[in-house]
């Protein structure tokens, strides 16, 4: 059984002086932090040492302990945690001997714990015997004043916060932006001292949390205070305004899919503006049965049988359905078996709610109808898209005033010297442009993976974002976990975490080839003044300070610290330089995006630019042989068959806002050809997945069948129009092995001509 005697004493019998130094390390922490941290060093070279001579590896050509560190690392002699933990102990250690002013107890701290695992893996790697080590915990005062280790820390950042904060002339600390000391809180200070404020107040944005189940019976606080008012409460406040005082039977369909927000919508009116709704019955879960041995369509059959045909005439009830869609689409389509809803179904097919017609709201007789599904949670304009809603959202989380429960208590948080990574997150992204940068990229997953982006889908997101996994964000991370657990790498790495997250992974600068990326990484290797490279690129004050115990080149970072600084470094020049971001940003989306607005603002010139581009991607995806032929059969075939296209572009199906800011629109372009007669129109809807292939091909790209198969709707599209053709009157004859063309055409008299071109 182990017998603990001090610090690391378990290494006693594997390597006795890095334990020696390590108990120094230990006992040298509260009286000079700066001498712990340079014995902190020692126990480092030394266990090093002893790693070498444990693998008889030669020790004269390696000098240097970055140079010892990096070769353990690439050897494979050591894992990535490891290195990590080594280096640094060596960045921090070579402050400490080489700075007389150098005597932060924080750092102390840090490299203790880092200490304590880097002595568990050297144990469990290269000892015979199966002690069992004790589980890490905080170094202790000898004083018996003081009971609690955090108190000694949080004393240090609160001077150091007094430091940063305190005004120039008056000597007085600043307090946070937007609430003074005597302002009445908005939260309920009732934590014990070490517990952040903030951190509460953020979980409550979590899935997990109970603020999360939207139920239309409850409405609280917090939800009342994170409310956004949308176009769409806006318009459904207009129905129920009109409908109200009536004595006919009034049937609101509240149209969408699961997760855009019917649910919370009913339960704000209902708590905020419950004269709206008093008349109504409100169904908000159509699948919902009370009756086991009914199905969902039963079950909405009954709840509807006041508007059924036989009923309709009789009835005065008032009654909300929240419905999908794809039920209604089943509802409508029914056989139903007690009731006839004819007037019901006309009134849904004379909405063209499931067609190409963009339609929030309708109106006939006793029926309304509105569809989340052409409101959306980013608006067109004509420098690309915005997102009040998100905007809105996010100014709720950080907005620096005296109503915001958040920042209401990030405030309490710093006035008790709380300081954890969370806090850090927080303060980062309430720079406007970080925010606006974020919301870029969840438009993109809206559009380009077609994500539901709820509001509660995205309070969970920025809950994400800012809160590393459990355990992970006291007052004791290395530089190199404080940068692991920023927001840019919560952001791009942490895919696992939700579908957004999932998206946004595939989004992360780092992937993206671009010069100016190329320069970057240039730069950090031909210039030995890291800090200005940083202070050129990165636009933001917190996010240098996280960059700064890596620019000092002399001390070298190994090749797994360069990587993750050269990652989180792109990552946050990305989210804080405007120009350089510009320069990287996804061409084939924003060009997409442009065409959608020019699709429904009506800019004519634009249309005619996508309808020309499309019709020459659809020959160069069949291939063409010359001008205006295009071939109608394989390539692995001995001859090669061609006709001529004649197909006319067509408009009558779109629907132009001539508004600067387009908030009801479709989120896909749908172009239609036909073949001179109008009636004979083919349509293809054209989402951004089809448009980056059909850029691609007409930049040379050559589909290949899993293309065709993620395209097959586009291939069928190819398929019906080439019926347009001209094959029953001329055909180009291509034989490839001897690059000769011929064509059979019909003549004035209707026989075929036979020639070579």
């Excluded at 353990?72 to 250690?93: A, C, F, H, P």
């Excluded at 946070?176 to 070490?194: A, F, M, R």
């Excluded at 100014?395 to 300081?419: C, H, T």
């Excluded at 690129?537 to 610290?561: I, M």
Aim: charged share 30%; proline share 3%; net charge negative.
């Amino acid at each position: 059984m182990y017998e603990h005697k001090y610090f690391l004493s378990f290494l006693e019998g594997l390597a006795g002086n890095a334990a020696l130094s390590a108990k120094k390390m230990d006992e040298l922490m509260f009286e000079d932090p700066a001498s712990s941290i340079v014995k902190a060093r020692m126990f480092s070279e030394e266990l090093i040492n002893e790693v070498f001579k444990n693998e008889q590896i030669n020790l004269s050509h390696i000098s240097t302990l970055y140079e010892r560190i990096s070769f353990l690392s690439r050897n494979g002699y050591i894992t990535k945690e490891v290195q990590q933990n080594l280096d640094q102990i060596r960045l921090i250690g070579n402050k400490a001997a080489h700075n007389g002013n150098f005597n932060d107890m924080r750092e102390a701290f840090k490299l203790h714990k880092v200490m304590y695992q880097i002595a568990l893996w050297f144990y469990e790697v290269y000892s015979l015997e199966e002690l069992k080590i004790p589980p890490y915990d905080h170094p202790k005062p000898k004083s018996n004043n003081i009971d609690d280790i955090r108190d000694i820390v949080k004393k240090q950042i609160r001077e150091e916060m007094a430091s940063q904060e305190a005004d120039v002339t008056t000597g007085q600390i600043s307090e946070p932006e937007g609430i003074s000391t005597e302002e009445e809180s908005v939260i309920i200070k009732d934590l014990d001292g070490n517990e952040s404020y903030l951190i509460r107040e953020l979980r409550r944005l979590q899935d997990s949390s109970l603020e999360a189940v939207e139920n239309i019976h409850e409405f609280s606080s917090f939800k009342k205070y994170i409310h956004v008012e949308r176009k769409v409460q806006r318009d459904l406040e207009d129905l129920l305004q009109k409908n109200h005082g009536n004595n006919k039977p009034t049937l609101i369909l509240l149209c969408g899919s699961v997760g855009d927000g019917k649910s919370h919508l009913l339960s704000y009116l209902r708590e905020n503006k419950s004269q709206l709704l008093e008349e109504y019955t409100i169904f908000n879960d159509a699948t919902e049965s009370f009756s086991p041995e009914k199905d969902a369509m039963e079950t909405l059959e009954e709840n509807l049988k006041e508007f059924s045909d036989e009923q309709l005439n009789k009835s005065n009830k008032k009654a909300i359905l929240a419905i999908n869609m794809g039920v209604l689409h089943n509802f409508i389509n029914r056989n139903h078996k007690k009731h006839t809803f004819t007037n019901l179904i006309n009134f849904v097919e004379k909405s063209e709610l499931f067609t190409q017609k963009i339609t929030t709201t309708y109106s006939q007789d006793c029926f309304d109808l509105l569809s989340f599904g052409d409101y959306h949670t980013y608006e067109l304009t004509n420098t690309g898209p915005q997102s009040n809603f998100f905007n809105a959202l996010m100014r709720k989380v950080f907005d620096k005033n005296v109503d915001n429960p958040f920042y209401a208590a990030y405030k309490e948080d710093y006035n008790k010297g709380i300081q954890t990574i969370i806090h850090k997150n927080y303060e980062f992204l309430q720079d406007h442009f970080v925010q606006k940068q974020i919301i870029n990229l969840v438009i993109q997953t809206v559009v380009k993976d077609k994500l539901v982006v709820s509001a509660r889908a995205f309070l969970n997101f920025i809950a994400n974002i800012l809160i590393p996994d459990e355990g992970v964000y006291d007052e004791t991370l290395t530089d190199i976990e404080l940068i692991q657990y920023s927001v840019p790498s919560l952001l791009f790495k942490k895919g696992e975490r939700s579908s957004i997250l999932s998206s946004i992974s595939k989004l992360d600068p780092i992937h993206t080839r671009s010069e100016h990326i190329d320069e970057i990484v240039i730069k950090l290797n031909t210039m030995d003044n890291w800090e200005d490279i940083v202070t050129n690129y990165v636009q933001s004050d917190h996010a240098r300070k996280s960059l700064a115990p890596f620019l000092n080149k002399d001390e070298g970072l190994s090749p797994q610290v360069f990587d993750d600084f050269l990652k989180s470094l792109v990552r946050l020049v990305y989210l804080t330089n405007d120009n350089f971001s510009s320069k990287i940003i996804d061409q084939s989306f924003k060009d997409y995006m442009m065409y959608l607005y020019y699709f429904n603002s009506g800019e004519k010139i634009k249309i005619r630019e996508f309808y020309e581009r499309f019709k020459q991607a659809i020959y160069e995806w069949k291939g063409s042989p010359d001008n205006n032929y295009i071939y109608i059969n394989k390539s692995i075939e001995k001859f090669r068959l061609a006709q001529t296209l004649n197909i006319k572009p067509s408009i009558d199906h779109l629907e132009f806002n001539k508004k600067d800011v387009i908030e009801s629109f479709k989120p896909t372009i749908v172009v239609g050809y036909h073949d001179g007669d109008k009636e004979n129109t083919l349509y293809i809807e054209i989402d951004f997945t089809l448009y980056k292939l059909l850029t691609k091909v007409l930049n040379g790209y050559c589909p290949n069948k899993k293309d065709e198969e993620d395209a097959i709707k586009f291939v069928e599209f190819i398929e019906k129009i080439m019926k347009f053709g001209s094959k029953k009157e001329e055909l180009m004859i291509h034989i490839p092995k001897e690059q000769r063309f011929y064509k059979l055409r019909r003549d004035d008299f209707d026989t075929f001509v036979f020639e070579r071109v």
